[in-house]
């Protein structure tokens, strides 16, 4: 449908979950139940057993095997959709023509014309739309932009990124089937699986780039798309950054590390990680921080906020469309 009016949301987000698989089975599922306002009353799978199993375990009153008729149960009002990013613009397109708001996983969609696509959707209807890029709810990364914001480090410099890992690398998220090595399901290879959060949180603390070039290739012959990925980008302010990220070195050379020079020391941590480092003339301070135990339940909190009516956008789908954008470029060439 259509919306006349601006949409107004009723006080209890009650949620259906489209695609319970591995992601939702800790790091944002569950955080549904535990958030004030917030209820996880639904859940879908195409695979009809494994949709039941999921409502019993997780004590999910409802589960179905079929996507429109979760959207159309009308005890549900707002829809997560946790499936592979090939699916993400069918179900979000009709969650916002069913006028209900939408929180997606990330990467938003397989590429900026689809994302482009969803977001004229949300706008056409009125309907909410939020992606899942989590780690700009996290206290680590938001200590991070605190850090920047005061000047901790002076002027910022440059920007250096490296992720390198094993084919087998635990970073990347298990699933019974390879779908990220899939360019038909998730847009890419495993770059577009984790550079998402890497390259979404830098543009939270430094806004979108003004140049952006890359390079890519397919070395190893492990699947199709491809497996390592060089990129470079100008931020506002002229920070310089550059990235590197491969997915089949040896055990003895894997890295995760972002590194946050300025013109009076630097700020080092991982993306996928709890420990931030602080370098200056004055002091060197190692800050640990303990993950929540749903990885999302922060974001999910600011999201339920947003659909009720009572705090901002976390993260926009105009947000998203820069990181995709910025990934487009890095596997397939200059802007």
Not at 226 to 234: F, H, L, S, Y
Not at 282 to 310: C, D, N
């Amino acid at each position: 449908m259509e919306a006349t009016e601006p949409q107004v949301y009723p006080e209890s987000i009650r949620w259906g979950i489209i695609g319970c698989g591995n992601v939702t089975e800790k790091k944002s599922g569950p955080a549904f139940n535990k958030i004030p306002g917030s209820a996880l009353i639904a859940v879908m799978r195409r695979d009809a057993e494994k949709a039941r199993d999921y409502a019993n375990r997780h004590h999910v009153p409802k589960w179905y095997s079929d996507a429109n008729a979760l959207i159309n149960d009308p005890e549900v009002n707002a829809i997560y959709v946790a499936t592979p990013p090939g699916s993400h613009e069918v179900y979000t397109v009709a969650a916002l023509q069913a006028g209900k708001p939408v929180y997606v996983e990330k990467p938003m969609s397989i590429d900026t014309a689809s994302c482009t696509r969803m977001l004229a959707v949300a706008e056409k209807t009125r309907i909410k739309l939020t992606i899942a890029h989590y780690r700009r709810a996290l206290p680590m990364f938001l200590k991070i932009k605190e850090f920047i914001s005061n000047n901790t480090i002076g002027n910022v410099r440059s920007i250096r990124l490296s992720m390198l890992q094993p084919d087998n690398s635990k970073v990347i998220a298990d699933a019974e089937t390879n779908w990220r090595v899939n360019p038909v399901l998730s847009g890419a290879g495993l770059f577009y699986d984790l550079a998402p959060h890497q390259l979404d949180i830098l543009l939270f603390f430094f806004g979108n780039p003004t140049e952006v070039s890359g390079f890519s290739a397919n070395q190893a012959g492990l699947y199709e798309p491809e497996d390592i990925v060089t990129g470079i980008m100008r931020l506002p302010g002229d920070i310089l950054f550059n990235g590197q990220w491969c997915f089949t070195v040896a055990d003895e050379a894997k890295e995760d590390i972002c590194e946050i020079v300025g013109s009076k020391g630097r700020i080092s941590f991982p993306v996928f990680g709890y420990e931030v480092t602080i370098q200056t003339k004055e002091k060197h301070e190692v800050l640990s921080f303990t993950p929540p135990t749903h990885i999302q339940q922060p974001m999910i909190e600011k999201v339920v906020q947003y659909f009720s009516g009572t705090g901002p956008n976390p993260c926009s789908a105009k947000d998203a469309i820069e990181s995709m954008k910025i990934m487009e470029q890095f596997v397939y060439g200059s802007s």
